[in-house]
């Protein structure tokens, strides 16, 4: 690994919980390898580019990793019905570029949540931004599209790491809310990693009250990282 530099946010209002304040320890690498990055995330950072980052707030520990149990786990019936309703889907996996395409859809969805989950409003992310974020990577990617009938609806990316799957970051076309793409994408996720016989796929962070990341929970079994940096079952 090669880092250039390391710093701590100063508090601002939380991405989450915003009756928090959250700080953010960051460090900027220009190389790291998919072992080294896996050690990093099993103790609880995660990455855009080559930002790593995790909390370091002061008063609130609500940030708690989160990663699934590929071989115990098992859909609910909700899980099931978001896959079976989705197999018109045609799922497309590839080394992540930009388009104007998939700069249209991030942009519709983020100001689809923020009207609908008070996300906080952002200006339109342009192409250097969007590369920065999912395409500019320090090792390897892997870039999830999701297409019905030729339309692009949704796109996710995804680490290949040693010891697991990271679901990096999703985002879906709005017009297609009730298919449950989110959990669709996660299912598909698992089952890949059924197939690369590798043990958990991490989710991130679960923040119980944030309602945008609480719904990983449904996904079980499941482990969360406590503060000692033990990963202990969570909902089963």
């Not at 896996?38 to 855009?48: A, H, K, N, S």
Request: glycine share 6%.
């Amino acid at each position: 690994m090669e880092s250039l530099f390391r710093f701590v946010t100063p508090p601002s209002r939380c991405g989450y919980l915003p009756e928090q304040n959250w700080e953010l320890e960051y460090e900027i690498v220009s190389r790291i390898t998919p072992q080294e990055y896996f050690q990093r995330l099993t103790t609880g950072w995660r990455r855009f580019g080559h930002a790593l980052f995790q909390p370091r707030c002061r008063h609130c520990s609500a940030c708690q990793s989160l990663r699934v149990d590929v071989a115990a786990f098992r859909p609910n019936r909700s899980q099931r019905r978001a896959w079976k309703g989705n197999q018109d889907v045609q799922l497309r996996v590839g080394a992540p570029k930009v388009t104007q395409e998939k700069l249209d859809l991030y942009d519709r969805y983020h100001t689809f949540q923020a009207e609908f989950k008070d996300w906080p409003m952002h200006g339109e992310k342009d192409a250097a931004e969007y590369a920065q974020s999912f395409v500019d990577n320090p090792f390897p990617t892997e870039e999830w599209c999701y297409y019905l009938d030729g339309r692009l609806i949704g796109v996710g990316y995804v680490d290949v790491l040693p010891g697991g799957l990271s679901a990096i970051y999703f985002y879906y076309d709005p017009d297609f809310r009730q298919r449950s793409l989110g959990t669709y994408n996660i299912l598909r996720i698992l089952a890949r990693a059924e197939v690369d016989a590798v043990p958990y796929v991490y989710l991130g962070f679960y923040v119980e009250g944030c309602r945008s990341l609480e719904y990983k929970a449904r996904f079980q079994p499941n482990q969360i990282l406590r503060q000692d940096g033990q990963w202990v079952p969570f909902l089963s």
